[in-house]
């Protein structure tokens, strides 16, 4: 890869994210942590405002913006598989928002590459969510987004019901099961629940903020730590 095109995809990697680490756009660019290291010192250099350091992260800076792209073929392609795929294990809402994001990058993509895209020969038929599922996974991830608590009505592999408060910090997906990370009032500690096993949810209305050794991030340093696959996939409620 050209070096003028390593440093356009740095832009684009840290624009898109949050938090970005030089060991990521290591891995994403296949290059030493030094290299990145030089390119973004360059970058700096150049005026475009990354902000960070080595061994922490960056982030690119308030008011930074790079001119409209256009998808490659293969880029189309892996967004209308993407699209497919996804649509059949979400929320009506959210699919629907899949299904119009997806028209809009179609329409502006050239004649040829929008045929390739639409040709993939991948596809996702039904039956996918069941309705029940599909209706608390909408509610499951509007909670997460707005920091309301939730109470649950959960039956656990030996179908014993029980009533949990719970703040939602993330939902999963596991290949025909959604869970719901979160921190169990009940417990004090994190619980994954499986959706197909809530037979009640309720959004109650109090909110709740990040709490030191509450948030997502912490059930994630502590998946790390304990150097499991998954966020808190032996501990299902």
């Known amino acids: 890869m050209r070096r003028a095109d390593?440093?356009?995809?740095?832009?684009?990697?840290?624009?898109?994210?949050r938090l970005t680490t030089a060991a990521f756009l290591a891995q994403r660019l296949e290059v030493s942590a030094r290299t990145v290291y030089r390119d973004i010192a360059h970058l700096q250099h150049q005026g475009v405002p990354i902000d960070g350091e080595a061994g922490t992260g960056y982030r690119m800076g308030a008011?930074?913006?790079?001119?409209?792209?256009?998808?490659?073929?293969g880029e189309a392609?892996?967004?209308?598989?993407?699209?497919?795929?996804?649509r059949c294990w979400v929320d009506p809402a959210l699919a629907n928002d899949i299904?119009?994001?997806l028209g809009k990058v179609l329409s502006v993509l050239p004649r040829e590459a929008r045929v390739s895209a639409e040709a993939m020969a991948l596809h996702a038929p039904a039956?996918?969510?069941?309705?029940?599922a599909r209706a608390s996974l909408?509610?499951?991830?509007?909670?997460?987004q707005s920091h309301h608590r939730l109470r649950l009505t959960y039956r656990n592999a030996d179908a014993a019901v029980s009533q949990r408060t719970v703040r939602p910090l993330g939902c999963?997906?596991?290949?025909a099961v959604w869970t719901l990370a979160a921190w169990c009032e009940l417990r004090q500690d994190f619980r994954s629940f499986r959706i197909d096993r809530m037979e009640r949810v309720e959004v109650l209305p109090e909110r709740f903020g990040d709490e030191a050794g509450k948030t997502l991030a912490d059930l994630l340093r502590r998946v790390r730590?304990?150097?499991?696959?998954?966020?808190?996939?032996?501990?299902i409620a």
């Open 225 to 235: 730590a304990c150097d499991c696959a998954r966020p808190s996939a032996d501990r």
């Open 127 to 132: 039956p996918g969510l069941d309705i029940a």
């Open 99 to 101: 299904e119009s994001a």
């Open 77 to 86: 392609g892996a967004l209308v598989v993407a699209a497919r795929l996804a």
């Open 6 to 17: 390593r440093l356009f995809q740095i832009v684009q990697l840290i624009r898109g994210r």
């Open 138 to 144: 909408r509610k499951l991830r509007e909670a997460v």
């Open 63 to 73: 008011g930074f913006d790079v001119p409209p792209l256009m998808f490659t073929r």
């Open 172 to 175: 999963f997906y596991w290949g």
